[in-house]
C-alpha cells in the first residue's frame, strides 16, 4: 500500500485520499481506494473510488488551448497534489508535490510526444538514450545471457555450419526474464505447463464443439502445426529435422486466440487477465462478455472495415494478442515463438506432454524465416535482416543488429490486409504492427542505460548500437572466448564434481553399498577420499582434454540434456582391458563397476549462464582426420591457463608454500642432514609405489630418477624442494609426493601428500601398489595425527592455543605439525587443478607430447617462476641470496634451462 493524500474532514479528522493499493505480486490494483473515518475504528475503511477517481472533490479541472504540431489543440487540464515516496536503500522519504496533467488526444499508433532526454554525441549523431557507465551485476548477467544467444546465432559457429544443418540454441532463464525482475517467471518449464495443462484441446472443449463458434475442424484436428512456425522432429540418432509449416500469419494469430479463448470459456483462470482483450465487452457491466469472443474475419487476409455498420477490426485484435502472449510468454518468449526459433511440440516422454524446441539456424535460414514472416527491425538503419550480401561480415553486423532490435527493443512485422472503405470499395495493403520491448518493467533498460525514452525508430536503433559496441564485442575477440571457455568448463566440472560428492556419500556414509567391495574393507574412510579424487581426474581430463566419446558422454551428454529439457544422467565407468592412462582407474572397483550421477535440469539451468561457451563450442564432425588430435569447432575453443591463473590461485600456491615451510621449519636441522623427495604417479587402486614419473610421464621426458634430495637445513634447497613439490603436483595429473627423513627407502616417512590432500602411512599401507621394498615407517606419531584431525573436524575454527590446551605438552611438536598437515590438505579446491596438459597456451594441438611439453614449461617458467621470484622479493633482504630454480626430474632439464618459448605469451595475467 502506497500512503495517499491526507485530507482534513470537516470534523477535525483526516483520512486519506486516493490510496493506492498492491496484490501479493507488487501489482497496482485497477482502480484508486479511499480510506474513510468510521467511529469507533481506529484506521477506517476502504472503499473503491472507482474508474472515475480523478473526478473526486479535490480535483480541479480546466480546458486550455495549446499549440501542438503546428495547429491549435484544447486539452483537459487536472491539477491535483499527489503524495510521493523517495526510496534510497532503506529510506523512505514522503512528501506531496502539486502537479498538473495535460491530456492531448491523438489517433491510433500516434507516436507520444518526445520526452526530454540525455543526450551523448557519437559521430556527430545526439541519441535520446545514453548508457549507464555502472549498470548493476543482475543487468549484467541478463546481457550476458542476451549476447550469448546473438553470439550463437551470428558466431563463428554459425558461419562453418552446412546450409542443411540445426543446432538447438541455448539459453538460460535471464534471457526469457530480460524484463521481469523476477528470475523464474518465465521458464521452459512453465511454458510447458502453460501449453500441456492450458492450451493443449481437450475432450469436451468448446473448440471441439462444431456448434461453437471457436470450432475450426483445420485447427482440432492439427493445433500444433498452427501455432508453430515449423515442425520439429528428431531420428533415431537424435538429429534434428524441421519442416516450415505453410500457415499463414492469420491462421497462426487465429490459433492462439482459439486456444487462449477456449480455455477462458471452459473456465480456466490462467488467462482470464487477457479477457478484456480478446472478448467484447459488455457495455452496461463494462465487464468482458463471455458469450462474445472477438474472431477474425473470414478469408486469406486481415480485414479491417471501416463502415459504421462494421466492427470488424483484425488488426487491433492481432495486437490484442500480441499484447496477451507477451504477457504470457514474456517479450522474449514471445519474440521467439513469432519468429520461428522457438516452438512445441507434443511428446509423451516429456513433462506435461510437449517438448519444447528452441533452434539455431544459420542465417541464410535466418534470413528466409524473417522474410517469410515479414520481421523487420524497428529501426531502417539497422537494415532488414533479409538484405542480401556476398559478405559474411556484413551481414553478421546487420543480423545482429536486427537481432538485438528483436530483442533489446522490440520487432515489427508486416501484416497483409485489407481496407474495406465507407463507399465499400477494398484496397490490399500491408500494414507493419510493432511489437515493442517493455522499457521500464524489470529496469533492464533502465539500468543498462540512464535513461530510455525512445521517442521514434532511430532511438531504438541508437539503443541497440550502444549494446553492441560495449556489450558484444566483448565476445567477439579470442581472448573473451578463451576467457568464456575457460571458465566454463571450471563451472561444468564444479556441478559435476558436486554430484560425485553426493552419490560417493551415498555409497560409503548413508549405505553400506560399499561394502560390496572387498578392496575398500580395510579403510573405507580412505577409498571414499581417494575414489572421489580419481573421478574427478577422470571428469577433469575429459571435460578439459575430451576425445570425440569422451566430449559425448560428459559435455554432449549435458548439452543434449538442456536441448531437451531434462535431467543429465552421467556415468562414469572404466573397464579393464586397455590401454592408456585412462586405464589406470580401472584397478578403483567402484570406477570398474561405473557409477551414474545425475544433474537435475534444474540444476543445469543455474549455471548455463556460465557454460554457454562449453555448450556451443564441441567436436565438428567434418573434421574427420583431425579427431584423434582433439581439434574442436569453431577455431574460438581454447582453454588458456592464464585465464585460470588468478590471483586467487596464485594465493592459494603461496599458502600452500608457507604452510610446508613452515612444516620443516619446526625442526633443527643439521648442516648436512639431508631428505629425499619422490614423486609418484597414483591409480584408481591408491597410491602406486611403482608408477613412477619415468614411467607414467615419460612421453615429457620424466626418464631420470623420480626423486630429489635436499636439505631442510639450507634455505635455498629447502625453498627449491617446496617449489618442486608444488610444481609437480600442481601440474601433472594424480601426482603425489612422499618425502623420506633420509636419502634411503627404508627411512622414516615424513610426509605423504598430493595437491589436494595430506596421508597417514596406513592409509598408504591400505592400497594395493605398496612394494615390499619402500618402508613405510611414519616419522611423526600417527595416533596424535589422527587425534588432531578428528578434533579440528570437530572444531574447524580451534585456535592453536586452544588446540595445544587439548593435548599434553610432549605431544605440542607432533600436533603443530599435524595441524599443518591438515590446513596443507585444505586448501585446494578440485576445480583449482584443471587438466592443464590439455591447455592451449602453447599450442592447439594438444595430444601432440611436444605441445604438452612446451606447456609444461610455459606453466613453470611464465607463472611458477614469475610467482616465487615475487615470493622471494616479499620476504626481505634476509632472502635475497635465494635463487628459484627447479629440481628438474626431466632428462634434458627442459623445464629449469631458461629457453624461449616461442610463441611466449604475455605475464599480463600477474
Known amino acids: 500500500m502506497f500512503v495517499g493524500l491526507p485530507v482534513e474532514e470537516e470534523d477535525g479528522t483526516f483520512s486519506r485520499n486516493l490510496v493506492l493499493l498492491n496484490d501479493r505480486e507488487g501489482q497496482m490494483l485497477h482502480n484508486r481506494f479511499k480510506c474513510a473515518n468510521i467511529p469507533g475504528q481506529p484506521f477506517g475503511q476502504f472503499y473503491d473510488v472507482g474508474e472515475e477517481w480523478y473526478k473526486e472533490a479535490n480535483w480541479e479541472d480546466d480546458t486550455r488551448t495549446i499549440s501542438f504540431e503546428g495547429g491549435d489543440v484544447n486539452v483537459k487540464v487536472l491539477q491535483y497534489v499527489r503524495s510521493m515516496i523517495w526510496q534510497t536503500g532503506r529510506l523512505f522519504t514522503p512528501f506531496i508535490q502539486e502537479a498538473e496533467d495535460r491530456i492531448i488526444p491523438v489517433s491510433a499508433f500516434k507516436e507520444h510526444l518526445p520526452a526530454e532526454t540525455i543526450a551523448r554525441k557519437i559521430s556527430r549523431a545526439r ?10 551485476q543482475r543487468t549484467l548477467e541478463k546481457l550476458k545471457a542476451l549476447v550469448s544467444v546473438i553470439y550463437q546465432m551470428t558466431g563463428e559457429i554459425s558461419l562453418k555450419r552446412k546450409e542443411t544443418e540445426i543446432k538447438p540454441l541455448f539459453y538460460s532463464n535471464d534471457f526469457l526474464n530480460l524484463f521481469n525482475d523476477e528470475e523464474d517467471k518465465y521458464t521452459i518449464p512453465k511454458f510447458r505447463e502453460i501449453m500441456g495443462n492450458h492450451l493443449a484441446p481437450k475432450d469436451g472443449d468448446p473448440m471441439n464443439d462444431p456448434t461453437h463458434i471457436l470450432y475450426d475442424f483445420n485447427l482440432v484436428d492439427d493445433w500444433m502445426k498452427f501455432i508453430n512456425r515449423h515442425t520439429v522432429s528428431r531420428n533415431a540418432e537424435g538429429d534434428l529435422d524441421l519442416r516450415l509449416n505453410d ?3 492469420k491462421e497462426f494469430y487465429n490459433a492462439w486466440l ?18 478484456r482483450l480478446l472478448f467484447k465487452i459488455d457495455p452496461a457491466t463494462g465487464h468482458p462478455d463471455l458469450t462474445q469472443p472477438k474472431r477474425f474475419s473470414l478469408g486469406t487476409y486481415f480485414t479491417v472495415d471501416e463502415r459504421a455498420t462494421s466492427d470488424t477490426n483484425d488488426i487491433a485484435l492481432v495486437e490484442a494478442i500480441d499484447e496477451a502472449m507477451t504477457g504470457i510468454f514474456g517479450h522474449t518468449g514471445y519474440a521467439l515463438i513469432f519468429s520461428g526459433l522457438m516452438s512445441f511440440n507434443e511428446d509423451d516422454s516429456s513433462p506435461n506432454g510437449i517438448r519444447v524446441d528452441s533452434l539455431l539456424f544459420s542465417m541464410r535460414q535466418l534470413e528466409r524465416l524473417f522474410r517469410r ?5 524497428l529501426s531502417s538503419r539497422l537494415g532488414d535482416l533479409i538484405r542480401y550480401s556476398r559478405d559474411h561480415m556484413e551481414r553478421k553486423v546487420i543480423t545482429i543488429g536486427v537481432l538485438s532490435s528483436l530483442f533489446l527493443t522490440g520487432l515489427s ?3 497483409k490486409c485489407i481496407k474495406i472503405t465507407e463507399s465499400g470499395q477494398q484496397e490490399l495493403f500491408g500494414t507493419a504492427i510493432r511489437v515493442a520491448a517493455p522499457s521500464t518493467e524489470g529496469g533492464v533498460l533502465n539500468d543498462y542505460f540512464l535513461r530510455y525514452e525512445p521517442s521514434y525508430s532511430e532511438s531504438y536503433a541508437r539503443a541497440a548500437n550502444l549494446f553492441i559496441n560495449r556489450e558484444y564485442k566483448k565476445y567477439s575477440s579470442d581472448i573473451n572466448l578463451k576467457k568464456e571457455n575457460t571458465f566454463g568448463r571450471g563451472k561444468l566440472e564444479e556441478k559435476v564434481y558436486e554430484q560425485i560428492d553426493i552419490e560417493l556419500k551415498r555409497i560409503f556414509v548413508d549405505t553400506i553399498e560399499w561394502q560390496q567391495f572387498e578392496q575398500f574393507q580395510d579403510n573405507p574412510a580412505l577409498w571414499h577420499l581417494w575414489t572421489g579424487i580419481m573421478l574427478k581426474s577422470i571428469v577433469s581430463r575429459s571435460i578439459d582434454f575430451p576425445t570425440d566419446a569422451m566430449d559425448s558422454k560428459f559435455v554432449g551428454e549435458i548439452r543434449n540434456a538442456i536441448m531437451n529439457q531434462r535431467d543429465a544422467h552421467i556415468e562414469i565407468k572404466i573397464e579393464r582391458g586397455g590401454r592408456g592412462r585412462l586405464q589406470a582407474y580401472a584397478s578403483n572397483a567402484l570406477i570398474h ?7 537435475p535440469y534444474s540444476e543445469l539451468m543455474t549455471i548455463i549462464n556460465d557454460i554457454y561457451f562449453t555448450l556451443v563450442f564441441g567436436f565438428d564432425d567434418r573434421w574427420e582426420k583431425h579427431k584423434q588430435l582433439g581439434y574442436m569447432s569453431p577455431s574460438g575453443y581454447e582453454l588458456a591457463f592464464g585465464m585460470h591463473w588468478t590471483g586467487e590461485l596464485q594465493g592459494k600456491v603461496m599458502k600452500a608454500y608457507n604452510t610446508l615451510w613452515q612444516m ?7 648442516p648436512n642432514e639431508e631428505y629425499k623427495a619422490y614423486f609418484y604417479v597414483g591409480s584408481g587402486g591408491g597410491f602406486s609405489l611403482k608408477r613412477r614419473l619415468h614411467v607414467s610421464y615419460a612421453r615429457l621426458g620424466f626418464e631420470s630418477p623420480n626423486s630429489f634430495p635436499f636439505k631442510p637445513g639450507n634455505d635455498m634447497e629447502l625453498h627449491k624442494a617446496i617449489q618442486s613439490i608444488l610444481f609437480y603436483t600442481f601440474s601433472l595429473p594424480d601426482v603425489f609426493c612422499v618425502i623420506k627423513t633420509g636419502t634411503h627407502t627404508n627411512d622414516d616417512t615424513f610426509l605423504v601428500s598430493n595437491i589436494f590432500s595430506t596421508f597417514s602411512t596406513v592409509d598408504v599401507m591400505s592400497s594395493s601398489g605398496v612394494g615390499d621394498t619402500f618402508s613405510l615407517n611414519p616419522y611423526w606419531d600417527e595416533s596424535v595425527r589422527a587425534a588432531v584431525f578428528h578434533y579440528l573436524e570437530q572444531n574447524p575454527y580451534a585456535t592453536i592455543e586452544e588446540l595445544l590446551d587439548y593435548f599434553p605438552e610432549e605431544y605440542h611438536l607432533n600436533v603443530r605439525v599435524a595441524r599443518l598437515q591438515y590446513e596443507l590438505g585444505k586448501i585446494f579446491s578440485p576445480t583449482d587443478i584443471r587438466f592443464f596438459l590439455g591447455f592451449h597456451d602453447m599450442g592447439t594441438n594438444t595430444h601432440d607430447n611436444p605441445t604438452q611439453k612446451r606447456m609444461l614449461a610455459y606453466i613453470y617458467q611464465a607463472y611458477f617462476k614469475k610467482l616465487f621470484e615475487i615470493m622471494v622479493e616479499q620476504m626481505g633482504e634476509e632472502a635475497a641470496y635465494l635463487y628459484v630454480n627447479l629440481f628438474d626430474l626431466t632428462i634434458d632439464d627442459y623445464l629449469s634451462r631458461e629457453i624461449r618459448l616461442n610463441p611466449f605469451p604475455p605475464l599480463e595475467y600477474l
Open 247 to 249: 500457415g499463414t500469419d
Open 593 to 599: 563397476r561405473g557409477i551414474t550421477i545425475t544433474i
Open 258 to 275: 482459439t486456444l487462449i479463448q477456449n480455455d477462458i470459456l471452459r473456465g480456466g483462470t490462467r488467462f482470464i487477465d487477457y479477457a
Open 413 to 415: 512485422h508486416i501484416v
Open 664 to 670: 620443516f621449519k619446526l625442526e633443527e636441522y643439521g
Open 127 to 136: 541519441l535520446e538514450v545514453a548508457l549507464n557507465p555502472n549498470p548493476d
Open 373 to 377: 514472416f515479414g520481421i523487420k527491425a
